[in-house]
C-alpha cells in the first residue's frame, strides 16, 4: 500500500518536471526568435509589393508551334539575366516557373519603362538588302521611306500633316535573305551623332559580318542601294549605301532617346533569345506605396491582436491571460521562423502574406479557445482543476490539431497550385497553423498545467473558473440524487430538462427535485440547456438550399465583375492623390490615350486615392501611360503600383482555381475519412464548402465588387475556417458517441454536441472576425479584397457549420441501420434519452420505454391518490 502512495505521489513530479522543461524550451526558442527577428525590417525579406519594384512573367512561345524545350528556356534564362544585370539592379530575381515561363523581380528599380522595354524583347537583329525582299508590297514602302508606318493627311489648309497613330512596317521570316545577324556582333556603344537631337546606337561585327556587310555595301554603294535593318520582325530602318563600309562598323538610327538607346544596346549585347516571349503578367509598385501599405497592414494587425487579447481577458478572466501570453509567444515563434527562412532566401513578405499573417492571428485564438472551453468544461463536469487541465487541455489540443490540420490541407493547396501572387498567403498561412500547433504543445499545455493545482485551484474566481466549479457542486448534488456520474447528469439536464427533472424526482423525491430547481438558478458562461438546433433541421437545410439557388441565380443573371487577372488589361493604384478629383484623374488619362479608363476612388488609411482600370495589356505601355499620368498630375512616381495581365494569363488562372479547390476537396475529404473512420463526414465537410463559396460569390454578384485572385485566396481561406468549424462539430459527435453514458439518437447526440461548442463557436467568430473587419475598414486595397470575402465567408461557415453540415451529417448518418435501431427505441423527437445503466428518461417508442413508463404514471397515481387519503383524514381530524 505505501509503495502504491508513493508511486502516486511520484507522478505529478514526474509530469511537473516534463512540463517545467517543455516550459524552458519555450523560452529558448522565444529567446533564439527574437535574436532571429530583431529587427523586423531587416531581417525579414520584403516582398516587391511592400519594398517597391518591378514583377514580370514572361510566357515563351515556340516559333514552330511546338513546346519550348528545356535548353532554349535556359539558355532564354541566362540571356534575360544578364540584361536585368546590365541595368544595374542589385538583388534581383530571375528564374524558370513551371514548364514555359521565366519570373523576373527586380526590387528598388525606379525606371520600369525601361526594364520592360529590354528584358522581355526578342533582340533578333538582322541586315538584308532591299532587292532581297520578296514582298513587293513591303518592298516598296520601304523604299519609299515609309519606314515607320506613318500616315498623313491634309488639313483644312492644304498642309500634309502626320497622323497620331503609326504603325511600324512587319516582315515574314523567309521573304528576305539576311545578310548579317545579331550573332555577329562584337561590341555595342550608343552615342549622339554631331548636330542630331536623337540618339544612336553603335554595333562593331565580328570579321566574319564585317566581311559579309562590306560585300554587300561594295556591291550596292553604285546606285545607292538600301540595307534594311530589321530588329524582331520590324523594320528599323533601311539607310542607302553611300560608301563602301568595310569595317563593320554600322550604326542604328531610329530617333531614340537616351534611355531607348541604352534598352536596345542591352537587348544586343546579351545577344537575341531563342525562343519568343509575351509579358503574361507584370506588376510595377511604387516603393512609397509598399511601405505604406505595409505599415497599414502591420498597424492593423497590432490593433487587431490586442483587441482579441483585451476580449479574451474580459470574457475568460485570468485564463484569458494565458492565452494572452500563448499569442504572444506564438507571435515572437512566428515571426522568427519567417526571419529564419528569410534569411535563406525562402521567403518574402508579402501584402497578401500580411493579410495571411492577419488571420492566423485569429487562427490562434480560436485554438486557445478551444482548449479553454475544455478544459472548463471538465471542471464543471466535476473533476479537479488539476485533472481538468490534464484531460481537458488534452481533449481540447487534439481537437484543435485536427481542426488546424483539415486547415493546412488548403493552405498548402495555395502554395502549390494557385497563382504566384496567392503563394505568399497560403505560405504565411501554413506557417502560422505551424506554429499554432508547436506553441499548444509547448507553452499552452504546460502552463495550464503547472498552474493548475497551486494558482487556478486556490484562486479561482481570478482564473475565472468559480462558475464551473460552483456548477459542478450542484451538478454533483443532482448526480447523487439520480445515482450517476456528473457529467452523465449534466449531459441529461441539458439534453431534456422536464425529463431529467421527473427522473431526479423519481428517484431522489424532494432532494433529487431541489437539485433540480437549484440547477436554474445557476449562473455562468456556458449554457445549461441545448437549444434545440436539430428541430429546424428542415428549415436550415431549405434556407440553405434557397440560398444557392438564389446565389447561382445571381451569377448568370447579373454575372461577375471579373478583375483584371481573369479577362486581362492593366490596372493602376494611385495613393495619396490629395485634392485631385475625378474629373482630373479621367482628363490626365484621356491626355495619355486611355479615354475609356473605369476610374474609381478609394480611401486607405484616410487619405484618398483612385484604381484606375484599362484594357491595355502591353506591360511597356501601361507603365509609360501610369508615369505620365501621375508626372501630368503632379504625383510622385514612387507612389502608384501598375498590374498588367495578358489576355491568355486569365484562364490559367481559373485552372489554378478550380485545380486547388478540386485538389483541396479530394484531400479533405481523405483526410476526414482516415482521421474519423467515417467518408460521410469528409462528402458532408465538401458539400458544406460549396455552399459556402457559392453563398460568396454569389454575394459578389450581387454588389459588383471585382473577383480577383486575392478573393481566391480568401474563398479557399474560408473554406479552412467553415472546416475548421465542421470538424470540432463533428470530433465532438464522434466522441460522445463512443463515450458518453447517455444512450439516445444519433440525432440527439448530434444536437448536444453542437451545443457543447456552440460558446466556443461564438467566441471564435467574434475573434476571428475582429482582425479582418479591422483590415475591411483601415487596410490597403489588397487587404480590402481579403477581409470582404472573409466577413462574408467567416458570418456564412460559422452559419453552415449550425445549419448545415450537422443536420446534413446527423440525416444521413440516421439512416445507417445501427441508428435505425435507436429510432426505433427512442424516437425521433430530439431529446429523448436513457442513461447506460438502464434508466429510462422520456417518451421512447419501444415496448420496454412504453411498459416502463406506463408502470411508472401508475405507481405515480397510486402515490397521490394514498396522500390524497391521509391529507382527507388529517382533514377530519383537524375538524373534529
Known amino acids: 500500500m505505501a509503495d502504491s502512495t508513493k508511486e502516486t505521489r511520484k507522478a505529478p513530479v514526474k509530469h511537473d518536471r516534463r512540463n517545467v522543461w517543455l516550459l524552458v524550451l519555450t523560452t529558448i526558442l522565444v529567446v533564439l526568435s527574437v535574436i532571429a527577428f530583431m529587427p523586423p525590417a531587416e531581417r525579414i525579406n520584403q516582398g516587391l509589393d511592400i519594398q517597391g519594384g518591378l514583377s514580370v512573367v514572361l510566357s515563351a512561345n515556340s516559333t514552330e508551334g511546338g513546346t519550348v524545350s528545356d535548353a532554349d528556356m535556359e539558355t532564354s534564362r541566362d540571356i534575360i539575366e544578364s540584361r536585368v544585370n546590365a541595368l544595374g539592379a542589385s538583388e534581383a530575381t530571375v528564374q524558370r516557373q513551371g514548364g514555359n515561363q521565366i519570373l523576373v523581380q527586380i526590387p528598388g528599380l525606379s525606371d520600369t519603362a525601361e526594364a520592360l522595354a529590354a528584358i522581355g524583347k526578342t533582340g533578333k537583329l538582322e541586315f538584308a538588302r532591299l532587292d532581297s525582299f520578296t514582298d513587293e508590297d513591303v518592298k516598296q514602302k520601304i523604299d519609299s521611306g515609309q519606314i515607320d508606318g506613318t500616315s498623313y493627311f491634309t488639313d483644312d489648309y492644304g498642309n500634309r500633316l502626320p497622323a497620331e497613330t503609326s504603325n511600324k512596317i512587319i516582315v515574314e521570316d523567309g521573304t528576305y535573305t539576311p545578310i548579317v545577324t545579331g550573332a555577329n556582333i562584337e561590341r555595342v556603344n550608343i552615342d549622339r551623332p554631331e548636330g542630331s537631337i536623337d540618339w544612336a546606337v553603335d554595333i562593331q561585327l565580328d570579321a566574319e559580318g564585317a566581311q559579309a556587310f562590306a560585300e554587300a555595301s561594295r556591291d550596292l554603294v553604285g546606285d545607292h542601294g538600301k540595307i534594311v535593318i530589321i530588329l524582331d520582325n520590324e523594320v528599323n530602318s533601311a539607310p542607302a549605301v553611300q560608301s563602301e563600309i568595310p569595317n563593320g562598323q554600322v550604326q542604328i538610327t531610329g530617333g531614340y532617346t537616351q534611355d531607348q538607346a541604352k534598352a536596345l544596346k542591352t537587348v544586343l549585347e546579351s ?156 505560405l504565411t498561412l501554413a506557417l502560422g497553423i505551424v506554429c499554432d500547433i508547436v506553441m499548444m504543445l509547448i507553452f ?259 454588389l459588383g465588387r471585382e473577383l480577383n485572385p486575392n478573393t481566391i485566396a480568401a474563398l479557399l481561406t474560408i473554406l479552412g475556417y467553415s472546416l475548421y468549424d465542421t470538424v470540432v462539430v463533428f470530433h465532438r459527435i464522434n466522441d460522445n458517441m463512443q463515450n458518453s453514458e447517455i444512450k439516445c439518437t444519433f440525432m440527439t447526440m448530434a444536437n448536444h454536441s453542437l451545443n457543447q461548442v456552440f460558446v466556443r463557436s461564438i467566441n471564435t467568430s467574434i475573434t476571428s ?96 391518490a394514498v396522500d390524497a387519503a391521509m391529507a382527507e383524514e388529517e382533514a377530519k381530524m383537524h375538524a373534529s
Open 271 to 426: 545577344g537575341s533569345l531563342p525562343v519568343s516571349f509575351t509579358y503574361s503578367q507584370s506588376q510595377t509598385v511604387g516603393p512609397t506605396l509598399g511601405q505604406e501599405a505595409l505599415s497599414t497592414g502591420v498597424l492593423v494587425a497590432g490593433i487587431g491582436l490586442l483587441l482579441v487579447m483585451l476580449y479574451l481577458l474580459l470574457f475568460y478572466r485570468g485564463l484569458g491571460l494565458i492565452t494572452a501570453a500563448a499569442m504572444a509567444v506564438f507571435a515572437v515563434l512566428y515571426l522568427g521562423l519567417l526571419a529564419l527562412l528569410s534569411r535563406f532566401g525562402l521567403f518574402s513578405l508579402s501584402l497578401s502574406g500580411v493579410a495571411g499573417i492577419v488571420l492566423t492571428i485569429g487562427m490562434a485564438a480560436d485554438s486557445s479557445i478551444l482548449t479553454l472551453e475544455r478544459f472548463r468544461e471538465e471542471i464543471r463536469f466535476g473533476r479537479s482543476v488539476r485533472s481538468a487541465s490534464i484531460t481537458g487541455v488534452r481533449h481540447g489540443i487534439m481537437t484543435s490539431i485536427d481542426a488546424d490540420l483539415v486547415s493546412m490541407v488548403t493552405a498548402l493547396t495555395l502554395f502549390f497550385l494557385a497563382s504566384s501572387g496567392v503563394k505568399g498567403f497560403g
Open 769 to 864: 472576425l475582429i482582425p479582418v473587419l479591422f483590415m475591411l475598414l483601415f487596410g490597403s486595397e489588397t487587404l480590402k479584397d481579403f477581409a470582404f470575402a472573409m466577413v462574408i465567408g467567416l458570418a456564412v461557415g460559422f452559419y453552415s457549420s449550425i445549419a448545415i453540415a450537422t443536420p446534413l451529417y446527423s440525416i444521413w448518418k440516421s439512416r445507417e441501420p445501427k441508428n435505425q435501431k435507436l429510432i426505433q427505441k427512442y424516437g425521433t423527437e430530439v431529446g429523448r434519452f436513457e442513461f447506460e445503466h438502464g434508466a429510462l428518461v422520456g417518451g421512447g417508442r419501444s415496448k420496454q420505454a412504453s411498459a416502463v413508463k406506463t408502470a411508472i404514471d401508475m405507481a405515480d397515481a397510486d402515490n397521490r
Open 444 to 702: 499552452k499545455a504546460p502552463i495550464i498545467r503547472l498552474l493548475a493545482p497551486g494558482q487556478i485551484a486556490k484562486n479561482p474566481g481570478f482564473w475565472g473558473v468559480t462558475d464551473c466549479q460552483n456548477a459542478a457542486e450542484v451538478y454533483q448534488v443532482l448526480a447523487d440524487a439520480e445515482g450517476e456520474t456528473v457529467e452523465t447528469t449534466a449531459s441529461a439536464e441539458a439534453i431534456n430538462r422536464e425529463d431529467n427533472r421527473a427522473l431526479a424526482q423519481r428517484k431522489g423525491g424532494a432532494a433529487g427535485l431541489a437539485a433540480s430547481d437549484a440547477i436554474e438558478g445557476l449562473r455562468g458562461r456556458f449554457l445549461k440547456h441545448d437549444i434545440n438546433f436539430l428541430k429546424y433541421r428542415k428549415v436550415f437545410l431549405a434556407l440553405a438550399g434557397a440560398a444557392v439557388v438564389i446565389a447561382i441565380g445571381l451569377i448568370g443573371i447579373r454575372g461577375l465583375n471579373l478583375g483584371i487577372e481573369f479577362q486581362g488589361g492593366t490596372s493602376v493604384e494611385f495613393n495619396a492623390t490629395g485634392d485631385i478629383s475625378l474629373d482630373q484623374m479621367r482628363s490626365a488619362f484621356n491626355e495619355a490615350g486611355e479615354p475609356d479608363a473605369v476610374i474609381q476612388t478609394t480611401e486607405t488609411g484616410g487619405e484618398a486615392g483612385f484604381i484606375v482600370r484599362t484594357t491595355e495589356s502591353d506591360a511597356t505601355n501601361a507603365a509609360a501611360t501610369a508615369t505620365q499620368v501621375a508626372q501630368s498630375l503632379g504625383l510622385s512616381t514612387e507612389s502608384f503600383q501598375v498590374d498588367t495581365i495578358s489576355p491568355d494569363w486569365g484562364p490559367s488562372i481559373v485552372r489554378s482555381m478550380f485545380l486547388a479547390l478540386i485538389v483541396s476537396f479530394i484531400l479533405v475529404i481523405a483526410y476526414i475519412s482516415v482521421r474519423f473512420r467515417d467518408p460521410k463526414m469528409g462528402v458532408v465537410a465538401v458539400v458544406v464548402l460549396l455552399h459556402d463559396i457559392l453563398f460568396v460569390v454569389g454575394a459578389y454578384a450581387l
